[in-house]
């Protein structure tokens, strides 16, 4: 039997041949592909779609399970060559090395203590927990017994995790007595007792110890060092369908709740693999980092299971890039002698308003390929990334994808196609995009501009949106029929690259976060001297985008700090990340008729723009333009 190997491209011909072969043959391509995997049985069909429906089945009655995959197939060949580096918040405690026959143990322990608390095959677990490697054994513990894992970012409020956990109805919390962030220490568990008050659905919760902060355990409340105490390191892994589902992780939608989604074992197991080894171009002996956390899909699949599919070393940071200061990663970079880093154009921005002196005192000569997601990459940070870290000599592959697409979309491979400054150039193998025009017609040849969408199916598209499969159909497969939309827009050059120009809807990139408006204005709207507020993306130079809300108050004369209230509304309702970095006071929103803000205007003036609003006369209210503007 082949390899999968043998579907890397090497060389621009190869990606140019797989390319074909993936698009006019997808169902042998990808059939080819999955078999390099070990099934416990083969699939009967390999695809069956309907994007009306919308429906989508990949491997269909294949058996598997994905811990297999990542753990039990590499113990023959590499059983010491370790999974999991990881490197702790503070750099003077240790690093650890953990091997692939370690992480098998660990997580098959693991696994039978979920056992222990009746969590059976298609329970929900939640995972609140901070960057440790008990995070990614917990994750590939409940994949091994069949259960559902949620990954809930420890950065969200108490509020946001409750929304979370009551959604799916997870049976059980995973969680940490707190986690360290740089300089600080964040009482993770007073967060969750607060979110466990409204979630009747945990039976109960496991609590790794961290920070040793004192902490009070509630009824049904036990550590995690107690609970594997005495465990049988034997856990057969559950057999699962293809189809069956592997994971919730919850994303920002323009208006609304979070969106569940939900991908399943079989075809993302395939993709995020192949998208890892092709994009990144892996070798065994690499030390791959990717600097995202666990509770985004970049850390998915990305830390977990493409480099643990892949038989990778995956390195695990728990800290931040500035501390003890700046020079965090590139120290990191030289002590591990890191040959993929993989991180956000916000970080890289951050880093470059330091002195390239933090940089240079470190040896980056290890590194082989960089990379970037989560938003676009201006020219300048690029360049800063390609000269100072990559010393001109490492590809940059600049990755487009989403929570939605499992896997990367539109890259380079490093090293194998060429890459191109603020382009996310080139489909990956399998995929097909297209540029649409407003009525929904493909936009043929190069050099043109339009909305992104996806033609074709891909083995790690979402499934649905849990517990609400019609929400799922309107947001992706509503408005374009026949399409995946992705709510981006994007660019050609003459060449065919893709540059992705932005969000089509309410959804803003601040940090590389997804993060709706709709939510915030929620948030603060719950406050009782608030009116009504609007809030919109404006450019900002680090973080990419930065928000501003615009609110009404009801009494203007209240005497307490609203910015400051405001912010405390949302930090609780949503997480600090969700913070405007500006609080406008108007005495009223730019409105049509139908009662409708117009945002557009909003977002001008946000933007810095003081005349040119465009055609303002379908406004109720044109002269409150000039009242914000006085002010702003
Ligand atoms: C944006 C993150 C430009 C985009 C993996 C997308 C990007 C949203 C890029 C998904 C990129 C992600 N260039 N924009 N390389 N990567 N985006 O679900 O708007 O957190 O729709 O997934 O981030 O964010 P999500």
Sequence with gaps: MKKIENYIAKNINEYNDLYSKSINHPENFWSEIASTFSWRNKWTKTLEYDFNKPEFKWFLNGKLNITENCLDRHLEENPNKTAILFEPNDPN????????????QRVCVFANVLKSKNVEKG????????????LTIAVLACARIGAVHSVVFAG?????????????????????????????????????????LECDSIESTIVFKRTGSNVKMNNNETWWHNEIEDVSDYCEAEEMDSEDMLF???????????????????????????????????????????????????????????????????????????????????NIVEKHKITHFYTAPTAIRALAKHSVSLVESNDLSSLKVLGTVG????????????????????????????????????TSLAGVTKDKPTFATKPMIGIQPVLLDKDGKEILGYDKEG?????????????????????????????????????????????????????????????????????????INLHENVVESAVVGYPHEIKGNALRAFVILLDEAVIVDMEK????????????IAKPDIIQIVPGLPKIRSGKIMRRILRKIASGEKENFGDISTLLNPEIVKQILIKA
């Excluded at 329970?123 to 008990?134: A, F, T």
């Design 248 to 330: 919730i992780l919850y994303t920002s939608g323009s208006t609304g709740k979070p969106k569940g989604m939900v991908h399943s074992c079989g075809g993302y197991m395939v993709y995020s693999t192949y998208t890892f080894l092709n994009v990144f171009q892996y070798q065994s002996n690499d030390i791959y980092w990717c600097t995202a956390d666990i509770g985004w899909i970049t850390g998915h699949s990305y830390i977990v299971y493409g480099p643990l599919l892949a038989g990778a070393t995956s390195v695990m940071f728990e800290g931040v890039p500035s501390y003890p200061d700046y020079s965090r990663f590139w």
């Design 123 to 134: 329970d929900r677990v939640c995972i609140y927990m901070p960057m440790v490697p008990e």
């Design 375 to 410: 938003e676009p990459i201006n020219e300048e940070a690029w360049n800063w990334y390609d000269k100072n870290i990559g010393k001109s000599k490492c590809p940059i592959v600049d990755t487009w994808w989403q929570t939605e697409t499992g896997g990367i979309m539109l």
């Design 565 to 576: 209230e405001i912010k405390e509304q949302i930090s609780k309702t949503i997480g600090p």
């Design 156 to 196: 969200f409020s108490s509020t946001a995790l409750a929304a979370r956990i009551k959604d799916s109805e997870c049976k059980i919390l995973l969680t940490a007595d707190g986690s360290f962030r740089g300089s600080k220490v964040i009482d993770l568990k007073s967060i969750v007792d607060e979110a466990l």
């Design 93 to 104: 405690k240790e690093t650890q090395k953990i091997s692939y026959k370690d992480l098998h």
């Design 451 to 523: 909305i992104l969408a996806i033609k074709y199916p891909w083995p790690s598209i979402a499934r649905t949106i849990y517990g609400n499969h019609q929400r799922y159909k309107n947001v992706y497969f509503t408005a374009y029929p026949g399409y995946y939309f992705p709510g981006d827009g994007a660019l050609t050059d003459s060449e065919g690259n893709f540059r992705i120009t932005g969000r089509v809807d309410d959804v803003v990139i601040v940090s590389g976060h997804n993060l709706g408006t709709a939510p915030i204005e929620d948030a």
